[in-house]
């Protein structure tokens, strides 16, 4: 029986703890969001496969490209305040194909008939002339407030736009 008497010890003493009033410490209130317009957008997203609708490797996420193939981008942009899409956002992918930059502008992805689609595509097809190996790319989105954000994919060798054979 010592050990249920050391539960209940135990369970009074978290009850006492649980009903104190925090030992004195004056509670915080979080910080004022920033004004809207204020602060860098958040750009993020992923890259995929983009085939033809109804096409069984369409959407599927990769990073490995062989030249003819199509290279989509599919991003979100938030405001910074709010965490909320920003529906004013203009978004251009940027491709570094040997040494020259392509850009390449995003739409926006949402219809009447597809309202869930919040999110901004981009589509490239990679030419029969594109060296193989790594391609770097970035996105960039501004909005009518003048904010600004940037995505770039993690600096992982194995993660970026690869073109193979």
Same mark, same amino acid.
Not at 45 to 62: K, S
Not at 116 to 126: G, I, N
Not at 128 to 148: E, H, L, N, S
């Given at each position: *029986?010592?050990?249920?008497?050391?539960?209940?010890?135990?369970?009074?003493?978290?009850?006492?703890?649980?009903?104190? &009033?925090?030992?004195?410490?004056?509670?915080?209130?979080?910080?004022?969001?920033?004004?809207?317009?204020?602060? @860098?957008?958040?750009?993020?997203? &992923? *890259?995929?496969?983009?085939?033809?609708?109804?096409?069984?490797?369409?959407? #599927?996420?990769?990073?490995?490209?062989?030249? =003819?193939?199509?290279? =989509? !981008?599919?991003?979100?942009?938030?405001?910074?305040?709010?965490?909320?899409?920003?529906?004013?956002?203009?978004?251009?992918?940027?491709?570094?194909?040997?040494?020259?930059? #392509? &850009?390449?502008?995003?739409?926006?992805?949402?219809?009447?008939?597809?309202?869930?689609?919040?999110? !901004?595509?981009?589509? !490239?097809?990679?030419?029969?002339?594109?060296?193989? =190996?790594? #391609?770097?790319?970035?996105?960039?989105?501004?909005? @009518?407030? =003048?904010?600004?954000?940037?995505?770039?994919?993690?600096?992982?060798?194995?993660?970026?736009?690869?073109?193979?054979?």
């Amino acid at each position: *029986m010592p050990r249920t008497g050391l539960l209940l010890i135990l369970a009074a003493v978290a009850l006492c703890v649980a009903r104190s &009033d925090s030992s004195g410490a004056i509670p915080q209130a979080a910080p004022p969001p920033p004004a809207a317009g204020t602060g @860098k957008l958040v750009v993020y997203g &992923d *890259m995929a496969l983009f085939q033809p609708p109804g096409h069984p490797d369409n959407c #599927i996420l990769r990073n490995r490209f062989k030249r =003819g193939e199509p290279v =989509g !981008w599919r991003m979100f942009v938030a405001d910074p305040s709010t965490g909320k899409r920003e529906e004013s956002a203009q978004l251009v992918v940027h491709v570094n194909v040997a040494g020259r930059t #392509i &850009d390449i502008p995003m739409r926006y992805r949402a219809t009447a008939q597809q309202p869930e689609r919040e999110f !901004w595509v981009a589509k !490239w097809v990679v030419p029969q002339d594109t060296p193989v =190996g790594i #391609i770097r790319y970035t996105v960039t989105a501004t909005d @009518k407030y =003048g904010r600004a954000g940037e995505f770039k994919p993690f600096e992982v060798q194995a993660s970026q736009l690869t073109i193979v054979e």
